[in-house]
């Protein structure tokens, strides 16, 4: 196989998810991109359901030819150390591509709740171990793990209610019947901008610039608890490595480019540049953090 004949049809991208999440938004703005750039359509592909196992299942299985790939979140690495019989392996049958983005986790309250700070919510929650629920995006996503790495960290006792993605999550806090949530930044940051929602901190390394005055928790003195949420695109292992290359040399490109930059970041995410060899190294990282976790947390599926 020659690089400059790929490719020569449509290319599809399965996204484990129902359409509208994070996922669905990278997805469509880089499948555009990546169209242009080939001069070939690309299309999005929602094969929902089951914590996003039957989306990487069949992408996993489909022939390695670079005219199917994966868009998946941090299920990616988290699911292997939480479900037995994936009927996929993730090292072995995935050859990775790009990291294009991560999303911060965020925490966020209803207003009516009393804390507004991590001080004050850290407090709330220690005086009344076991009181305060959390809506997370469903068991097992990175929102929900950065929580649990949270609790694991600083002996918290809050009990966890999962919903089926980020957007009925929101609508569970926003509505008050969850007061607290752990979500992805993309469905809170309009519900947070217009104080419906009062974002108390993200779980990842650095501020958003999108919501810059919501503090992290290492900069409110909680090491050691980072969490993103992260977006990978990955293809069948056994993909010809020029077709990997090329992809990834396209992806990188369109990353690069400010306008489709200022959407994404616009919309809740960190806009990475990366290898194919970083992406494997970042993939065996994070499944080793998340399954301590899990491990420690004694995580079980919905």
Same mark, same amino acid.
Request: charged content about 15%; hydrophobic content about 40%; proline content about 10%.
């Given at each position: 196989?020659?690089?400059?004949?790929?490719?020569?049809?449509?290319?599809?991208?399965?996204?484990?998810?129902?359409?509208?999440?994070?996922?669905?938004?990278?997805?469509?703005?880089?499948?555009?991109?990546?169209?242009?750039?080939?001069?070939?359509?690309?299309?999005?592909?929602?094969?929902?359901?089951?914590?996003?196992?039957?989306?990487?299942?069949?992408?996993?299985?489909?022939?390695?030819?670079?005219?199917?790939?994966?868009?998946?979140?941090?299920?990616?690495?988290?699911?292997?150390?939480?479900?037995?019989?994936?009927?996929?392996?993730?090292?072995?049958?995935?050859?990775?591509?790009?990291?294009?983005?991560?999303?911060?986790?965020?925490?966020?309250?209803?207003?009516?709740?009393?804390?507004?700070?991590?001080?004050?919510?850290?407090?709330?929650?220690?005086?009344?171990?076991?009181?305060?629920?959390?809506?997370?995006?469903?068991?097992?996503?990175?929102?929900?793990?950065?929580?649990?790495?949270?609790?694991?960290?600083?002996?918290?006792?809050?009990?966890?209610?999962?919903?089926?993605?980020?957007? /009925?999550?929101? #609508? &569970?806090? $926003?509505? %008050?019947?969850?007061?607290?949530?752990?979500?992805?930044? =993309?469905?809170?940051? *309009? @519900?947070?901008?217009?104080?419906?929602?009062?974002?108390?901190?993200?779980?990842?390394?650095?501020?958003?610039?999108?919501?810059?005055?919501?503090?992290?928790?290492?900069?409110?003195?909680?090491?050691?608890?980072?969490?993103?949420?992260?977006?990978?695109?990955?293809?069948?292992?056994?993909?010809?490595?020029?077709?990997?290359?090329?992809?990834?040399?396209?992806?990188?490109?369109?990353?690069?480019? /400010?306008?489709? #930059? &200022?959407? $994404?970041? %616009?919309?809740?995410?960190?806009?990475?540049?990366?290898? =194919?060899?970083?992406? *494997? @190294?970042?993939?065996?990282?994070?499944?080793?953090?998340?399954?301590?976790?899990?491990?420690?947390?004694?995580?079980?599926?919905?």
């Amino acid at each position: 196989l020659r690089a400059q004949e790929y490719p020569n049809r449509p290319i599809k991208i399965v996204i484990p998810y129902p359409p509208g999440g994070p996922s669905d938004i990278v997805g469509r703005l880089l499948g555009q991109a990546l169209s242009e750039s080939l001069g070939k359509s690309v299309f999005i592909e929602s094969k929902p359901g089951a914590a996003a196992n039957i989306g990487m299942q069949y992408v996993a299985r489909s022939n390695p030819d670079g005219y199917t790939l994966l868009l998946v979140s941090s299920n990616l690495v988290i699911n292997p150390n939480l479900y037995s019989n994936l009927g996929y392996d993730v090292i072995k049958d995935f050859a990775p591509i790009i990291m294009p983005v991560g999303s911060p986790n965020l925490i966020v309250v209803h207003p009516s709740f009393p804390a507004k700070n991590v001080q004050e919510f850290l407090a709330l929650i220690k005086a009344s171990p076991g009181k305060n629920d959390f809506a997370s995006p469903g068991g097992g996503s990175g929102p929900h793990l950065s929580a649990e790495l949270l609790k694991l960290k600083l002996n918290l006792n809050m009990q966890h209610i999962p919903f089926n993605g980020g957007g /009925p999550a929101v #609508q &569970a806090v $926003l509505g %008050n019947q969850v007061p607290i949530g752990f979500s992805t930044l =993309p469905p809170a940051i *309009a @519900q947070v901008k217009s104080g419906k929602l009062v974002g108390i901190a993200f779980t990842s390394s650095s501020r958003s610039t999108v919501l810059p005055d919501i503090p992290t928790l290492v900069e409110s003195g909680i090491p050691e608890v980072e969490g993103e949420t992260l977006q990978f695109i990955v293809a069948p292992a056994g993909t010809p490595s020029v077709i990997i290359q090329k992809l990834n040399l396209e992806f990188n490109k369109a990353l690069s480019n /400010p306008e489709l #930059q &200022a959407k $994404l970041i %616009n919309a809740g995410f960190f806009v990475y540049n990366n290898s =194919p060899e970083q992406v *494997a @190294q970042k993939i065996r990282l994070e499944l080793d953090k998340w399954g301590a976790v899990i491990k420690a947390g004694k995580i079980k599926p919905d």
